[in-house]
């Protein structure tokens, strides 16, 4: 009888400790996943803070760089999330869409490093530009610009991009 109480006190014992451990468990999980988005977008809003004072800076190339190697770790990741677990067909199409003005970019400034040849790949399944498509973006501009073709809106809005990177000749004008 002393047996079977001692067995049923340390089942019970590890049964406390397992529903313990459960609890502080998912706790300390759901803190980390509330904490975890915060701390990104710091980390992006600290980036941008960089590649905007560096643009300011008129540090052209340094701000280009590190722009572009953060849209290389963005398609890396996808790349990586995309061979554990595919999209839906409708998440890929939205995805996809979001994708096209990368694709477009590093059509004119190839996709350098270890992560290339898997950044390439998902890119050329990427649907491209369409060429009937009227498009005012940034990156359509400067497409538009690599493939000479040039039109007013472009050089307009170039030269507009230009005078607000400039920094202000009386430092204490906005």
Same mark, same amino acid.
């Given at each position: 009888?002393?047996?079977?109480?001692?067995?049923?006190?340390?089942?019970?014992?590890?049964?406390?400790?397992?529903?313990?451990?459960?609890?502080?468990?998912?706790?300390?999980?759901?803190?980390?996943?509330?904490?975890?988005?915060?701390?990104?977008?710091?980390?992006?809003?600290?980036?941008?803070?960089?590649?905007?004072?560096?643009?300011?800076?008129?540090?052209?190339?340094?701000?280009?760089?590190?722009?572009?190697?953060?849209?290389?770790?963005?398609?890396?990741?996808?790349?990586?999330?995309?061979?554990?677990?595919?999209?839906?067909? =409708? $998440?890929?199409?939205? !995805?996809?869409?979001? *994708?096209?003005?990368?694709? &477009?970019?590093?059509? #004119?400034?190839?996709?350098? %490093?270890?992560?290339?040849?898997?950044?390439?790949?998902?890119?050329?399944?990427?649907?491209?530009?369409?060429?009937?498509?009227?498009? =005012? $973006?940034?990156?359509? !501009?400067?497409?538009? *610009?690599?493939?000479?073709? &040039?039109?007013?809106? #472009?050089?307009?809005?170039? %030269?507009?991009?230009?005078?607000?990177?400039?920094?202000?000749?009386?430092?204490?004008?906005?």
């Amino acid at each position: 009888m002393k047996k079977l109480a001692l067995i049923g006190l340390f089942i019970g014992g590890i049964g406390a400790a397992a529903i313990a451990g459960f609890g502080v468990g998912a706790r300390w999980s759901a803190r980390m996943l509330m904490a975890k988005p915060s701390v990104d977008l710091a980390f992006n809003a600290a980036q941008e803070a960089e590649w905007a004072a560096e643009l300011r800076l008129n540090e052209t190339g340094s701000a280009i760089a590190g722009l572009e190697n953060a849209m290389d770790v963005q398609v890396s990741t996808i790349v990586r999330w995309d061979e554990v677990l595919p999209l839906d067909k =409708k $998440s890929r199409q939205d !995805r996809d869409r979001f *994708l096209t003005p990368v694709k &477009v970019y590093r059509e #004119s400034y190839p996709v350098i %490093g270890s992560e290339a040849a898997r950044i390439n790949a998902l890119l050329a399944t990427i649907p491209g530009r369409s060429p009937q498509s009227i498009c =005012k $973006s940034g990156v359509c !501009r400067l497409d538009d *610009l690599h493939h000479g073709i &040039v039109s007013s809106n #472009s050089a307009l809005r170039t %030269g507009a991009i230009i005078e607000t990177n400039r920094l202000p000749s009386n430092p204490s004008s906005p």
